[in-house]
Nanobody, 122 residues
Framework: VQLQASGGGLVQAGDSLRLSCAASGRTLSTYGMGWFRQAPGKEREFVTAISWSGGTTYYSDSVKGRFTISRDNAKDTVYLQMDSLKPEDTAVYYC????????????????WGQGTQVTVSS
C-alpha cells in the first residue's frame, strides 16, 4: 500500500489546516488509521488514531481539544483537522495504516506514507 498525506503548509500560530491521507494498493475503509509527526531532531511521535469504522478515536495529550481525526470511507480518505496551531506543532506529518483489518486504531501500524510538512510561525 502507498499512503500519501497532503494539505500541509506554512501558517501562523492560531491558524488551521486540514490534512488528508489517501491510499493506493489497499482500501483504507477497513483499517484503523493513525497520524504521526516528526519534528527536526526529534523522534516520530503519535498524534491521533481512528478505528476502521470511525467510532473510536485517540489523541495525544499535546493535541487533544485542538486536532480532530475523521474519515470518509466512501472516499477512502482520512483527515486531520488541526485548529489553534502552535509553533510546537511544526513537523512532518505522516499517516499510517494498521497491519490488520477492522482494527480500533491502537496499532500496530505497518505502512507509512510520505509525509507533509506543517510549519507554524509564531
Amino acid at each position: 500500500v502507498q499512503l500519501q498525506a497532503s494539505g500541509g503548509g506554512l501558517v501562523q500560530a492560531g491558524d488551521s489546516l486540514r490534512l488528508s491521507c489517501a491510499a493506493s494498493g489497499r482500501t483504507l475503509s477497513t483499517y484503523g488509521m493513525g497520524w504521526f509527526r516528526q519534528a527536526p531532531g526529534k523522534e516520530r511521535e503519535f498524534v491521533t488514531a481512528i478505528s476502521w469504522s470511525g467510532g473510536t478515536t485517540y489523541y495525544s495529550d499535546s493535541v487533544k481539544g485542538r486536532f480532530t481525526i475523521s474519515r470518509d470511507n466512501a472516499k477512502d480518505t482520512v483527515y486531520l483537522q488541526m485548529d489553534s496551531l502552535k509553533p510546537e506543532d511544526t513537523a512532518v506529518y505522516y499517516c499510517a495504516i494498521e497491519a490488520s483489518r477492522y482494527g480500533v486504531g491502537r496499532g500496530p501500524f505497518d505502512s507509512w506514507g510520505q509525509g507533509t510538512q506543517v510549519t507554524v510561525s509564531s
